[in-house]
């Protein structure tokens, strides 16, 4: 090959690399277009992400609360019941 088809060469690989490093570019923008457009939407959903958090949070402390009640209302009952049967007053 002579130096002029090897300059040839090197020519079309940098002009190539100039149009990738566009392309590249151009997605980058629109990639942070994407993710400016996210970060809004987001600020205007997490308070309402954080009510319901704190909704989820409270119902599995009632949720626990009923349980125990139930538990203990049952072992007082079972108490009340057994004791009608074996303990006599006279």
Same mark, same amino acid.
């Given at each position: 090959? %002579? &130096? ?9 690989? #940098?002009?190539?690399?100039? !149009? ?8 980058? %923008? &629109? ?9 809004? #939407?987001?600020?205007?959903? !997490? ?44």
């Amino acid at each position: 090959m %002579s &130096d002029h088809e090897i300059l040839n060469v090197i020519l079309n690989r #940098m002009n190539h690399q100039d !149009r990738t490093l566009d392309e590249i570019k151009n997605q980058q %923008s &629109d990639m942070k277009q994407k993710l400016d457009t996210h970060m809004q #939407m987001e600020a205007d959903i !997490r308070p309402s992400i954080d009510e319901l958090i704190g909704v989820l949070k409270g119902s599995k402390f009632i949720g626990r609360i009923v349980f125990w009640l139930c538990s203990i209302a049952g072992a007082a009952w079972g108490f009340i019941v057994w004791s009608r049967d074996h303990i006599k007053i006279s």
